[in-house]
């Protein structure tokens, strides 16, 4: 099937612009950051009914976490904040309809190689984060997400930049579709909670030691948040994760003729997936909740980046065509 | 007390305190965490299992330290001692920690939830009202609230009445499903490296055959630690023709063979079933499968002796470039009806060189400038001499013995640049001709009895891991203490038994209903 050129084209044209908007958004979601000054009230109080008795209304009208209460004296910040969300929400549309644009174009779907792929993962973790903002009162660490998005994508559509073109045999499989879209959404999801664990400790440093961190410490919502963002998040990315492990070891029995043959990128997914596990025992394990389970999760999201820059880009593999 | 009766004794403390720390959720930690610190050099360095001739270059060129590496088995990393003994206790660890907790599941579902503690305020979630309903009415209440939990109701003295709930009991049998899987896929990987084989052959798309009756038919073979190459699962496969479609670039969109087959009683009667042999899509008989890996040319020579008689042969010849199919190799041939060996050795011809589908000639040099059979040519020398065939030596079919030559005992005749039906006359009247090409497929052929296993294994791992992150442990009590004149103290407290983290705003949403008991939640 050709390509058609011409829609590839606007796809690639919004894709920067997507990434443009993003680095706005940035720059509020920083504004946001910079003019709240510590930990907001309704999380403190949350913290409170966590671990009190509470009075019987007290109960009853705990702050909802999230919902984004007008707070006197946080005017200014509350609007960036407001703001840098809604740039968020178009440069994610953006973000989509270029997405879509290199399918139609190409007519399979749009994540035949590592510019796709990059560009699909950052658009779940945006809208991961999204989605989380609106759960969780975290609104104001978006530049911290999306600095990685930013970094990566320029990466996708610089360095790693691929013009439409159709597959080769190996890849034409609904294979492709399956196992790619499932490793696309564990990674993007995988993402956020990589970024909130890494804040995480340097939450905890800065409350062991105000000295630490002083500046960025007393801004970031309060340890056991982030904890709990991170978990939630990874425990839903995580059987998806392991779904698009099995789909690849299916695809690999139909075109490698193994299911299993620790080529470099299966051998680093297996690493993910079992650090991964680690993180979640960790949580069960008395002395390794908190700070030791934060640097296991970060430490699995740096092994799905590895797996995709160094192993895709250094190592020759099976897998290296999905250049 | 006596040597004899402590020393038993000491050892099986020993033997209890090893096998707590081996099985205890810490220790499985720390192996998960050696699992993946082991796993790692595999992905960084070249693999014997992967690629051979890599592994021994990264060897060769990296002196006392790639020995060094190589003692250490760091170049067959899942095959090596340290890789499976951590495998092995990981193993141990994993059945001895699902035992207890298999048993202890099977009585807690059985259990009744706890009783309800005296002080609620002291748990980590809690709430207080005063309510105009009666204790009864808040029980009712309750009830209706704590649908799907398991509620035990009891009194207390001086009409107090308390309700204790929990749930979330399938959480534990999804986990346990997910690491009983996970054994399952342990242990059938295991076995199946046990029975497995994998072969690989080279077909050329003439309509030859290949039968799967011995490992002798093979290119070269791989068998499992139990597989001897004797009862191979019998089938034959015949490859008719081979189509590859490219783009202008030379990329390659979609191959496909053209196979029969037969296995079973066609064997017998000779029946041959059709087949389309594509990538992504192996033959599947008789428990083995069929791959089409990859595919070359390979051109036909005819040669002509003085005498008159005339040998073809088309052998495959190998890919030099992948992308534009320029492919070499070496074309032998003995003289036919010469009895004498020291004769014969004079006088056996190779036809070597190149090959290319669309010829690219620039100052006679040839190159191919597209994968597709469009326009081909071969640059060949031909050499006649000893060939070494007979020498016992086994030799590559793709080359001559370089050695021959440079010893002079094989001499290069001609060189040439040949269309189909271009020929070489050489000096005592033999004729060689360039009669056209055939393709040729490479053919994987793979055997895994446990494969089905190893796929439903992780199919429950799935589906465990599922439950088990999704549902949630939760307890809730619920006592109502009448206060006079018809009011009720309502108290309520929450624990979440497994993952601290949220059960806050949940406990929070549950309590307001709890509290107030005339509420429709
Ligand atoms: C000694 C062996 C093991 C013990 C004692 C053990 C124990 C446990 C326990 C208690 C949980 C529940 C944690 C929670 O509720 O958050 C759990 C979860 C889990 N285990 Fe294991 N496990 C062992 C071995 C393994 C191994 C070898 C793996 C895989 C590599 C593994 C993978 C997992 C995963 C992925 C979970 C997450 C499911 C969940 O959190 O409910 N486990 N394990």
Redesign the interface.
Known sequence: MPVNETLANYGDWLYGAAALVYVFAMVLYTTEQAFTRKAKRSEQAEAKVLVGAGAPAEVADTPKIGRLEEQPGRGRADRAGRMAVALTVLGALLHLTSIVLRGVATGRAPWGNMYEYGAATMFVAVVTWLVLVRKFDVRRLGAFVLTPVVILMFLGGTALYTAAAPVQPALQSYWLVIHVAAAILSSGLFLVPGVVSVLYLVRVKHDANPAKFARLGPRLPVADALDRLAYRTTIFAFPIYTFGIICGAIWAEAAWGRFWGWDPKETVAFVAWVVYAGYLHSRATAGWRGTRAAVINSVAFGMVVFNLFFINLVIAGLHSYAK | MSETTTRPRRFLAFARNTWRGLTS??T??IL??L??LA??P???LP?R??NLPRALDYIDSHGWWGRFLDRLQFFD??ASVWFSAIYLLLFISLVGCLLPRTVEYAKAIKAQPVLTPRNL?RL???????SDATPDEVVAGARRHLKGWRVLEREEEDGVRTVSAERGYLREAGNLVFHFAMLGLIVALAVGKMLNY?GQVIVVADGSEFCNSGTLGYDSFKPGLRVDGTDLAPFCVRVNGFDASY?PNG?????TAQVDYQAGTDLDDDHWQPYRL?????LRIVGD?V?L?GHGYAPTFTVTFPDGQRRTQTIQWRTVDALTLLSEGATKFDPPGVTDSEERRKRQIAVTGLFAPTALIEDKVLTSSHPQLTDPAVAVDVMRGDLGIDSGRGQSIFEIDQSLVDSGRLTRVARENLKPGGAITLDDGTKVTFDGVQQWVSL?V?H?PT?LW??VS??L??LG??VS?TIKRRRVWVRATPAGDGRTVVRVGGLAR??Q??Y??EF?RL??LL?DPRRDS
């Open positions: 959720m810490r499985a930690l998960l965490f699992l993946a796993a790692m595999g992905a960084l693999q299992s992967l990393v899942y305020t980590p979630h809690s709430g207080e009202a005063e994998e783009l990329q390659a969109e979609q191959f594509q990538v992504n899509d192996p499968r791959y890996l994987q793979s895994d494969q190893v796929l992780a199919v791992m799935v891991l599922g992150l497994t993952d983290a949220g806050g705003e929070n309590a307001a509290l």
